[in-house]
C-alpha cells in the first residue's frame, strides 16, 4: 500500500457501532473484517469510523464525550473472537434472537457482554496473563494505569469524580495507593480487557491491510470533564481551585445551531500545555495514530482559536474567540510523527486564520455538497467546481442528514433549482441518491468518503447524529439484510469511472 492521503482513492463511512450484531452494538469481529475485505474487494481505500472510545448512558452513547480520550470501547470486543481465543466457551454465546430493529442497544449490549468480558479476564490471569500482555501495559502505561485505576473507582462510586472525596478528587498520593491496593484486581480486568481491545483491532487492521484499506479514524478535540484525562491532568485545563471549570467549550451560531453548540466540554489551558512543550498532545496523537492510517481532528477550527463560554452560561452565544499557540502546536506534533497522515474537519463558520493554518502544514481540509447549495454563489467553496485537491469530499458527514433525507426534508425550492445544475433530480428523492454519488465521485477532491446510509438510499431515520440534540443519537445501526446488500459494486463502478481506485 502506498502513502494515505496521496492517491485519488474513496471510501465509506460507517461507524463499528452500526454494524449488525444480536449483541446489541456492532464490534471488531468477522464480519467487520469481511466488511474490510468486500471494501477492498470494491477498490474502495477508506473505511471511516467514528471515535473508539468507551461511551456512556449518561453522554448519550456520543463517542465525542467520553470518560477515556486514549481507551478502546469494550463494547466494541467480539465475543466470538475471544471463544476463539480460549476465554470463553460455545455454551456461553446463545443469545436470545430478537428481531432487528435497526437501531443500536447499548444497554443490551452491556447486560449481555459485560458478564462474558468479565469472565474472559478472569480466564486469561488464571493462565497467566502472557508476554503480549505484559508488554502492552508497559508502552501504554503513561494513560493504561490511570484509565483502568479511574474505571474501577467509578464502578464503586459512579459520581462525577468532581464529587469524590477531597483526597481522591485532588489525588493524594497515599490515598491514590491505597486505591491501587484496595481495587487491584478490578484494575488489572480492565487493563486485561483493553489488552484484548488491542488484540482485536490489530487483527482488524491486518484485515484492512490485507484488502488494501486504510482505517480512517477521528478524534473529538476536547474531553469531558468527567473523564480520566481531567482528572489525571486537571492542570492542563482551565479550572479554578476547586477544580471547577472556569470556562466550557462550544461554537457560536450557524448553520447547525441559531444559538451556537454549548458542549460544556472544560477548555485547555494553553499557556501551560505549551510550557511542556505539548506532551499532554503528542501522548494522546501518539496513541491513535499507532492504531489508525489516518486520523480527522473533529473542529479543527479549535486549534487555531476557541470558543470559550464562560461556565454557567446558557447558551454557546455567550463566548468569545480566544488565541491558541497553533504554529508551536503543531511543529511539534510534525517533529513527534512522520508521517503526520491528517485530516482537518474544517467546517462551520472559518476565519483566513484557519485556513492559513491548515494550508501552512499541508493538511487536507473538508468539503460537503449537502452545504453548496445554500446560496446562489458560483464561488461557494463546497460547490463542486471548487473542490481544492487537497481536500476530503462527502455528500454529508454524520452529523448531517442522509442524502435522501436532505433531498425530502431539508432542501428548499430555490436551493433544488441550484441542484438541478448539477444532477438530474427523479421525483423519488431514493432515485436521485446515485446521482448525488457519482456528483461526489466527480469531485476535484483527492479523497472521496460516502456514507453507508447513502449507498442504500435510506431516509432521515437513519441519520446518526443531529447536533445540538442531546438524545436520539448515535445508535442507527444497518440490519443484516442491509448489509448484504450494500452496492459496493455499484461504488466500486463509480470511483473507477473518476479515477478513483
Known amino acids: 500500500m502506498n502513502t494515505p492521503l496521496e492517491e485519488r482513492a474513496s471510501g465509506v463511512l460507517l461507524h463499528l457501532t452500526s454494524l449488525p450484531s444480536p449483541w446489541g452494538v456492532g464490534d471488531l469481529g468477522e464480519r467487520a473484517r469481511n466488511l474490510a475485505a468486500r471494501l477492498g474487494a470494491a477498490g474502495q481505500r477508506y473505511w471511516q469510523v467514528l471515535p473508539l472510545n468507551p461511551t456512556s448512558d449518561a453522554a448519550g452513547e456520543s463517542p465525542y464525550f467520553s470518560p477515556s480520550s486514549r481507551a478502546g470501547n469494550p463494547l466494541l470486543l467480539s465475543l466470538e473472537d475471544l471463544a476463539d481465543d480460549g476465554l470463553l466457551r460455545a455454551g456461553e454465546l446463545a443469545v436470545p434472537t430478537d428481531p432487528e430493529a435497526g437501531c443500536a442497544d447499548f444497554a443490551r449490549a452491556r447486560a449481555l457482554k459485560l458478564p462474558l468480558l468479565a469472565t474472559a479476564a478472569e480466564r486469561f490471569a488464571g493462565a497467566g496473563d502472557d508476554a503480549g500482555y505484559r508488554a502492552f501495559c508497559e508502552r501504554e502505561r503513561d494513560w493504561l494505569d490511570d484509565h483502568a485505576l479511574f474505571t474501577a473507582l467509578k464502578a464503586r462510586d459512579p459520581r462525577s469524580w468532581s464529587d469524590w472525596p477531597p483526597a481522591l478528587r485532588f489525588r493524594d498520593p497515599a490515598a491514590i495507593a491505597d486505591a491501587r491496593r484496595a481495587l487491584a484486581p478490578a484494575i488489572a480486568a480492565e487493563k486485561r480487557l483493553q489488552y484484548f481491545f488491542e488484540r482485536q483491532w490489530q487483527r482488524l487492521r491486518a484485515a484492512c491491510r490485507d484488502a488494501g484499506v486504510w482505517l480512517f479514524g477521528d478524534m473529538p478535540i476536547y474531553v469531558n470533564l468527567d473523564s480520566v484525562d481531567v482528572w489525571a491532568r ?268
Do not use: K
Open 234 to 501: 486537571p492542570d492542563v485545563f482551565q479550572l479554578d481551585d476547586a477544580l471547577r471549570p472556569v470556562a466550557e467549550s462550544g461554537v457560536p451560531p450557524d448553520y447547525f445551531s441559531a444559538t451556537g453548540q454549548l458542549w460544556r466540554n472544560p477548555v485547555y489551558d494553553w499557556d501551560r500545555l505549551a510550557a511542556e512543550d505539548f506532551r499532554w498532545w503528542v501522548l494522546r496523537l501518539g496513541t491513535l495514530l499507532r492504531r489508525l492510517d489516518v486520523l480527522r481532528i473533529d473542529h479543527f477550527r479549535g486549534l487555531a482559536q476557541y470558543w470559550r463560554v464562560p461556565a454557567g452560561a446558557g447558551t454557546a452565544a455567550a463566548g468569545e474567540w480566544c488565541d491558541v499557540p497553533s504554529y508551536g502546536l503543531f511543529d511539534t506534533l510534525r517533529d513527534a510523527f512522520d508521517p503526520f497522515p491528517v485530516v482537518a474537519e474544517d467546517l462551520g463558520t472559518i476565519t483566513p486564520d484557519v485556513h492559513a493554518l491548515r494550508e501552512h502544514y499541508g493538511l487536507p481540509g473538508m468539503v460537503v455538497l449537502q452545504f453548496a447549495f445554500n446560496e446562489d454563489n458560483d464561488a461557494h467553496p463546497y460547490l463542486p467546481a471548487n473542490h481544492p485537491e487537497n481536500s476530503v469530499a462527502y455528500l454529508g458527514t454524520h452529523d448531517n442528514n442522509t442524502a435522501r433525507g436532505w433531498l425530502e426534508d431539508e432542501l428548499d425550492a430555490t436551493s433544488r433549482e441550484r441542484l438541478a445544475r448539477f444532477v438530474a433530480l427523479d421525483d423519488d428523492p431514493a432515485a436521485t441518491v446515485p446521482a448525488l454519488l457519482d456528483l461526489l465521485m466527480a469531485s476535484p477532491a483527492r479523497t472521496a468518503i460516502a456514507c453507508a446510509q447513502d449507498l442504500l438510499a435510506l431516509p432521515a431515520g437513519a441519520r446518526m447524529n443531529t447536533p445540538g440534540l442531546p438524545t436520539g443519537n448515535w445508535d442507527w445501526q444497518l440490519s443484516s439484510p442491509q448489509y448484504e446488500a450494500l452496492p459496493l459494486a455499484a461504488l466500486a463502478g463509480l470511483a473507477a469511472a473518476h479515477g478513483r481506485g
